[in-house]
């Protein structure tokens, strides 16, 4: 059945609106319905059941989070309702349908990498919390998904939530960025996890997998890749140690280990190296 209606939260954001994007080319059996916070307030249980029952979705994809730690730390009510209870919500009213929730590779403390989906939770921050919290309920319905998603890169609507949006953002001001060698995550685009994404609702398996790039970087080697993408920017950057951070805690390495969703999908999930090498003239 063509035009089934799915609802992707988040849709003013990189990830949800690289879904909302790439819906007619990997999605082209579903009618997306992207929110964004001007169509929904997540803090707003009464609006989100409202949305759902004028909406009458077969799928949600929960992109919509409050997303930086500082900004959770700062507000934890907030990042409360929005990442907790705003997901409890629509856990309960697509209890019988499939339900993709996004979670972070930040429920994890670092030190080990190289995840699986077997590897004990530890978050070091608020936000990381609040995502441990909410994949807790929607993997009590046997029936949803929690995808944990790595560092993601590429152009949202806004022009800072990538990576790249960030570092990118940064140059263009004349900064020079210092960058940790020996913090390492698995960064990649958000047209892949988009895709992966699309896969995985169209082959629907439930339960708890993690999506990231192939390839473990640390944050300066990210860095580089970038400058030598753009070296018109003038890009500066120079390297530093965790060991001189005076900051809040930070995981050093979140890089995951994606094979079991790997299994599901028809295609590799590329590195950063690879994927910027074979798409020169990609926006990103």
């Known amino acids: 059945m063509d035009d089934r ?3 992707v939260t988040g849709a003013g954001g990189l990830i949800g609106s690289s879904l909302v994007r790439t819906a007619p080319a990997f999605a082209p059996s579903w009618k997306v319905l992207g929110l964004t916070r001007d169509d929904v307030n997540l803090a707003d249980s009464r609006a989100i059941r409202q949305v ?6 077969q799928l949600v994809i929960h992109c919509a989070a409050l997303s930086k730690p500082q900004v959770c730390q700062q507000d934890p009510d907030l990042a409360r309702k929005i990442n ?11 209890a019988d349908i499939p339900f993709i ?15 699986d989906e077997s590897a004990p939770v530890n978050p070091l921050s608020f936000y990381a919390e609040t995502k441990v919290t909410a994949e807790r309920l929607v ?4 029936k949803h998904v929690v995808l944990r998603v790595a560092l993601n890169g ?3 609507p806004t022009g800072d939530r990538g990576f790249n949006e960030e570092i990118r953002r940064a140059w263009q001001a004349g900064r020079t960025l210092t960058l940790f060698t020996d913090e390492f995550r698995s960064p990649l685009p958000a047209v892949i996890t988009a895709r992966a994404v699309w896969e995985l609702a169209a082959k629907y398996r ?10 473990r970087l640390s944050r300066w080697q990210i860095g580089q890749l970038l400058a030598a993408r753009w ?32 299994q599901i999908l028809s295609f590799p999930l590329p590195g950063l190296t690879a994927w910027l090498a074979a798409n020169p003239n990609e926006p990103f």
Not at 101 to 115: A, E, H, P, Q
Not at 139 to 142: E, F, Y
Not at 231 to 257: E, F, I, M, T
Request: proline share 11%.
């Open 5 to 7: 209606p799915a609802l």
């Open 52 to 57: 759902f029952c004028d909406r009458q979705p």
């Open 84 to 94: 907790v209870e705003a997901t409890a919500v629509l856990a309960e009213l697509a």
């Open 101 to 115: 929730f996004f979670s972070s590779d930040l429920v994890f403390d670092g030190r080990m990498g190289n995840y």
């Open 139 to 142: 993997l009590a319905n046997p």
């Open 154 to 156: 590429g152009i949202s």
């Open 206 to 215: 439930s339960g708890l997998y993690h999506l990231g790039g192939a390839e």
């Open 231 to 262: 070296p018109k920017l003038n890009p500066k950057l120079q390297p530093a140690s965790r060991r001189d951070y005076q900051g809040p805690p930070r995981p050093q390495d979140v890089s995951l280990n994606c094979a079991k969703l790997q």
